[in-house]
């Protein structure tokens, strides 16, 4: 293959220069020029480009095309086909993201291989009608490929094949038949996807791929781009499943953040604390499935095992209740989990610090501001840390309320009581305002021995309703009432 002329384009607003520069020439940015591939407009490959994403078709009204419902075949790894929507969806490109050593490349191993031994993509009587192309081939050949295709396929550019054997054996896969190509350079993957025709394809991982049209080193973001495009138009034209793990940087995103996550289908992002044996991944993005869905799961010496019933994972041990700390429900996806907050204020030094472990922090000086102007508890010359125990990240608006008494809480040396959670969100008005699905909430707190719960006065339970006996709730309108009550309480 002739080598392709390459560019330098700008990462904010897209425009090109020959040669790289410090400095954008059209926007001025600094150091937003990457290496691309140059996109020369005679040449049929800039046709190609993006040919295979979206196949070009004539107009059509939106009710005389035909919505098949997309076929997904469960990987039979119950967590992960949560967060999936289902299962693997044929020419869906996943995106799996994470730090190192999390165990991206354990649970896809065990995930491949169960999809093996179910003999996935082999079977193919049944296949659903590919979706039309519009350089599909007849119907007969169509049908003749897919009856060649099938099994599943582990591009390992990380490990070496004796690496990914080992861990396979440690996980207890014996006899497994996977297959596994020991590749990095793009070009021989894309010709081992199409000469195997798996059903299912892993990238392990996307940063050690690289293709040789560019000089730029593997893992560059000129690099990642222009292989998972690749990648991704394979996975369109020819149906097969692809799974592409990611790194992500020191800073929390994966290389080539954006870029990425708006080619692919689906976005997976592992999260938890290393240390602890709790692992949660969350889907960010998925045009198959709902986003936000969690699935959880543990790692044993036996690899990621999936942890059905989650809710009180999150609640450290305390024999009696510690100043500092307080209980929140989460709605993660359609689970409601128990999180417990810890707050720590301690008086800091000219300029106080104000951290935050899986929390926002700049909603955690929201709500410090908040706390000061509309219930009078100053943490100005105080260092505020705040954690959300076990390393889960939550985003929802709904943990404040648990946020702010925690930080209160800490501030007085007095602990909430025992059995006390609280959710809800506060705005800048001093306002508390309701979480979706609070009922839900409160059952689940019910339902793991709670009782005492502060709550928006939106979402307090109408009348007695069983499902919450023996829990006390008291409705909140504003963030003074919240505080007043706590106080009140001990
Ligand atoms: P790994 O899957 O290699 O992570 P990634 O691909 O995300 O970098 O991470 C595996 C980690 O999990 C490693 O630190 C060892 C541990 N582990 C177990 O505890 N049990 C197991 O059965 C396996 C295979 C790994
Ligand atoms: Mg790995």
Request: with cysteine.
């Amino acid at each position: 293959m002739a080598k392709e002329k390459t560019l330098y384009s700008c990462t904010d607003c897209g425009g090109t220069s020959p040669k790289w520069l410090g400095k954008c020439p059209a926007c001025g940015a600094w150091n937003t020029l990457v290496e691309t591939v140059a996109e020369t407009g005679s040449a049929s490959a800039s046709k190609n480009r993006f040919a295979a994403l979206a196949p070009a078709s004539a107009v059509t009204t939106l009710a005389d095309i035909e919505a098949t419902d997309v076929q997904r075949t469960p990987t039979g790894i119950g967590e992960l086909d949560r967060v999936l929507g289902g299962g693997i969806v044929e020419g869906g490109v996943v995106l799996i993201g994470g730090d190192p050593g999390i165990g991206k490349s354990t649970l896809l191993l065990q995930a491949v291989d169960a999809l093996e031994r179910n003999g996935f993509g082999r079977s193919t009587s049944d296949l659903p009608p590919g979706r039309p192309k519009a350089d599909q081939p007849p119907r007969g050949a169509a049908t003749r490929a897919a009856a060649e295709r099938g099994g599943t396929l582990y591009v390992t550019g990380e490990e070496s094949g004796a690496q990914v054997a080992l861990r396979s054996r440690r996980l207890g896969l014996d006899g497994s038949q996977v297959k596994v190509l020991a590749e990095t350079q793009l070009e021989k993957i894309l010709a081992t996807l199409d000469a195997q025709k798996p059903a299912i394809a892993i990238i392990d991982s996307i940063q050690t791929v690289y293709s040789e049209q560019l000089t730029s080193a593997p893992g560059s973001v000129a690099q990642v781009r222009e292989c998972a495009a690749h990648l991704t138009r394979a996975a369109k034209s020819s149906g097969v499943a692809i799974v592409l793990v990611g790194h992500v940087t020191k800073e929390g995103a994966l290389a080539g953040p954006r870029v990425l996550e708006h080619m692919v289908d689906t976005v997976l992002y592992f999260e938890g604390d290393t240390h602890s044996s709790f692992r949660l991944v969350r889907a960010i993005k998925n045009r198959f499935g709902a986003v936000n869905e969690i699935g959880v799961f543990a790692m044993t010496e036996k690899g990621l095992k999936g942890v059905s019933n989650p809710s009180a994972i999150f609640l450290s041990q305390h024999s009696e209740p510690v100043p500092g700390s307080c209980v929140l429900v989460t709605l993660e996806g359609t689970r409601p989990m128990l999180v417990e907050i810890q707050a720590l204020v301690d008086s800091g030094g000219p300029s106080p610090r104000r951290l935050s472990v899986g929390l926002e922090r700049d909603r955690l000086a929201m709500l410090l501001a908040v706390l000061h102007r509309h219930a009078g508890v100053a943490c100005m010359d105080q260092d505020v840390f705040v954690n959300a125990v076990g390393g889960v990240r939550i985003s929802e608006p709904a943990a404040d309320l648990a946020v702010m008494l925690a930080i209160t809480s800490s501030l007085r040396g007095k602990p909430l009581p025992k059995g006390f959670l609280a959710f809800g969100e506060v705005g800048l008005a001093g306002e508390v305002r309701p979480a979706p699905r609070g009922q839900e909430r409160l059952k689940e707190a019910a339902k793991l021995g709670f009782s005492v719960a502060v709550v928006p006065k939106a979402n307090a339970p109408k009348k007695n309703d069983k499902a919450f006996e023996g829990l006390t709730i008291h409705a909140v309108d504003r963030i003074e009432e919240a505080m007043e009550l706590a106080r009140s309480l001990d």
